[in-house]
């Protein structure tokens, strides 16, 4: 970690002078694999058809996997099948079925001449499970263990079996059939008498996920036992994979983007959604549907004041307080969305404390009432100090009908805030998608009932 | 994995049987931790007293790091301070700092003196470090190995040195100052020759935090480097400490919880908000301030209102779709906000880009506006068909005035979504206080200018 680092820049003039690359490529196999893909995919794509395969063939397969899926189906598409078929052969198993995944019909059925049988077959059973189960984010790159071996023995194995580069925290023990029956840490194994039965060190209590295990409960498991990987297992608790911590890690990301995003009105895709690789187009598209549908659910707003018309237009000082009201209501009822969305994504609260939630959220929006129409009374007699106030009121009262009216939106609109999203959960949605947006549509309109029902009863 | 499981009902009426209770434990000790906690923590305290110290001494350490620090803190306060030591010393040492953190100085000075000299030493030295850095979320507990020796020779010691329970995956190799050099997996030095040296093997290219580096940078160092653990180093390159995975975990789920609340307008709390125990009154102090903030901005808008009374009463038609205006405005700027906050926390761009992305913005809000518009243009002319249209304007030369309005209102609002994250990024801020609800409340503000502005150029 001493000495002078080369810039991303420097290893790329000595990769494309020849006389240094063959240096540079030696310095380079040393560094991690996020940083070469780092250089790596700042080259021209030439110059990266030369120099990928002079590094170890692990190193390239585990480089290429650290790419951003962009660039790997840019390469893809710019050079000989074969040439790829050597690179994909070295991939983890679990990118390799992910940009399997990506590939047209075409494009697959062009690479597949050129595989082993082994990763053909591989390839093909991993990118038939659906992205989003724990069959489409595994990896069948682990080491098994047969229960009848010494610890000793199991050694001598992963010393012969197990290539350099590749990674191996936990050992899985499984009988003649591949049912799983056990694990244990690689430094159990190291640690243990060399004589003694691995069946006598392994752990029996452990989780797992099946095949068709939603890849969100996966990451929840991982971060629960707070384990390197998690085996899954067939129907008949066959070890069929591993998920690994890293793939947890992207997948609570992507979820958590995912729920954003549904929150925001924005219709999430199958990726990550990339800010730059995104056309504007494809922004437009993800946007636009929801603005449009809640644009024409605003005229429902329009509709209701016309009906007020006469009484609007007799006390022109209710027209002023309008977006003051409608935004205060948007406001508490996302805040209250958002509490309980998260608290249902971490787990701390499901549906069946709907009555506890809803009791605790009518409590808090009293309390905000309280202090907000407070607020209001005190700044609407400010404010509206020279209006003419018509229909024989005084501006006390009428401040007094205002911020009444202000504080029963508070509260029906929390209590809608925090109940949308335990409704859509209770029919089977994600809770995400009880949209902010929405909400906000949704009290407005129950705003400016509330508003005008109580001016028509305290004014006319 | 098979045969029949007990519930936690099952187990507690097992623990509190003295009879089976032996029998009990011993089925128990061999579950995981996060199972053990869930049945531990659901058990009166006085039962928990009893049976928790027949668990091995490094079981009941992670089990009891494993409950919710409500839990952990509740028992503490119950049992005496040297029955709690015992349990303390077992503990991993991030947690063990964790706790330490929330303890009262009288606390504090009350367990220290039943400490051991060297659990009592770091723990002190742990706690000094913000909770927010490398250093206050790394644990002490890692395997060193020294330069000079051989691989036979690290695997000996490991298998004196290291206990049972504890994990162990990366060996982290130092010179006689406890400089950092190099680290292996426990893997690579299983399969290496036994007689080469540690220092032949292992890799001296890798990536390590300092001890005051912000949590959420050592979180991002953990995913992008695919890592188990990273070293923490001080400013002499001496290893302090390791963050592993799970901690990365925490973090990524922690700051994301944060940032959607700081979005929502909620002020986030020290540890990550737990909806249940979080009071009424602790809910309300966080959601109140913006709030109350935004309901007295919010009166600006009334003020623009009474400047357009005139303007207002002589075309009531307009009162009508402030709302939808309004609304539409505050959808758009936030998803705008949504979408830039997510690309920017995800690394995808960053403030150098802020032409870009405002470019990007500006045609994406130029397609939605004239969508959104054209809606608005037809649906005004069908609910208004029968509204009196004063001052000799025809209602499709209205209809076109206030489509016009929202186009003008969708593309600023989206500028300024897109723009405020960026602007409190460049000013040292975290892009997510950027307030969904302040974007609605300013481009409120913004909208209704723009809307009687529109008005009086075309109308009067």
Redesign the interface.
């Known amino acids: 970690?001493?000495g002078q680092k080369n810039t991303t820049g420097e290893w790329k003039s000595q990769l494309i002078r020849g006389e240094t690359r063959r240096q540079a490529i030696r310095e380079l196999e040393?560094?991690?694999?996020?940083?070469l893909a780092e250089i790596l995919q700042s080259i021209d794509i030439e110059l990266l058809v030369d120099v990928l395969p002079l590094f170890s063939a692990e190193k390239q397969g585990l480089v290429f996997a650290a790419f951003d899926m962009t660039n790997r189906l840019h390469l893809f598409r710019r050079v000989s099948k074969k040439w790829f078929a050597s690179l994909f052969e070295q991939m983890p198993s679990d990118s390799r079925a992910d940009i399997f995944q990506h590939f047209s019909t075409q494009e697959r059925v062009n690479l597949l001449p050129y595989l082993s049988k082994s990763t053909r077959e591989d390839v093909l059973r991993l990118s038939t499970y659906p992205h989003d189960t724990a069959g489409g984010i595994m990896s069948t790159n682990f080491a098994i263990i047969k229960e009848k071996q010494t610890c000793e023995q199991a050694?001598q194995e992963?010393?012969k079996e197990?290539p350099?580069e590749?990674?191996?925290?936990h050992l899985y023990v499984v009988d003649e059939d591949m049912h799983?029956i056990g694990y244990m840490?690689?430094?159990?194994l190291?640690?243990a008498e060399p004589n003694e039965l691995v069946t006598a060190i392994m752990?029996?209590?452990?989780?797992?996920a099946s095949l068709d295990e939603d890849r969100e409960s996966v990451a929840k498991k991982?971060?629960?036992?707070?384990t390197?990987a998690l085996p899954v297992v067939n129907e008949n608790?066959q070890l069929m994979g591993i998920v690994?911590?890293?793939d947890?890690?992207?997948v609570?990301?992507a979820e958590?983007?995912e729920d954003?995003?549904k929150f925001?009105?924005?219709i999430p895709g199958d990726e990550?959604?990339?800010?730059?690789q995104t056309t504007?187009?494809g922004?437009?598209r993800k946007?636009?549907i929801?603005?449009?549908i809640?644009?024409?659910v605003?005229?429902v707003?329009?509709?209701i004041?016309?009906r007020y018309?006469d009484a609007?237009?007799a006390l022109?000082i209710l027209?002023?307080?309008?977006?003051?009201i409608?935004?205060?209501g948007?406001?508490?009822g996302?805040?209250a969305a958002?509490?309980?969305i998260?608290?249902m994504a971490?787990g701390?609260?499901n549906i069946n404390n709907w009555m506890a939630?809803l009791f605790?959220e009518m409590?808090?929006s009293a309390?905000?009432a309280a202090?907000?129409a407070l607020?209001?009374f005190f700044?609407i007699l400010i404010?509206?100090w020279e209006?003419d106030t018509t229909l024989n009121h005084s501006l006390g009262f009428i401040a007094f009908g205002i911020s009444a009216a202000?504080a029963f939106q508070i509260i029906t609109s929390t209590i809608i805030g925090a109940g949308l999203p335990l409704l859509v959960n209770r029919f089977g949605g994600d809770p995400a998608v009880a949209a902010?947006?929405a909400i906000?549509?949704i009290v407005?309109i129950s705003g400016?009932l509330i508003y005008f029902g109580v001016a028509t009863l305290l004014f006319f």
């Open positions: 970690m001493d040393k560094h991690p694999e996020a940083e050694i992963i010393r197990v350099r590749k990674m191996l925290y799983l840490s690689l430094k159990d190291v640690i752990q029996t209590e452990f989780a797992t991982i971060e629960k036992y707070d390197i608790n690994h911590h890293d947890a890690i992207e609570i990301r958590q983007t954003m995003e925001m009105g924005i990550v959604l990339n800010y730059n504007v187009l922004h437009f946007r636009v929801w603005l449009a809640l644009t024409v605003g005229f707003s329009g509709m004041i016309q018309e609007l237009s022109m027209a002023l307080y309008i977006p003051m409608a935004d205060t948007g406001n508490s996302s805040q958002t509490v309980v998260r608290a971490l701390q609260v939630i605790k409590r808090i309390l905000l202090v907000l607020i209001a700044l404010l509206s209006s202000l902010s947006p906000t549509t407005d400016l």
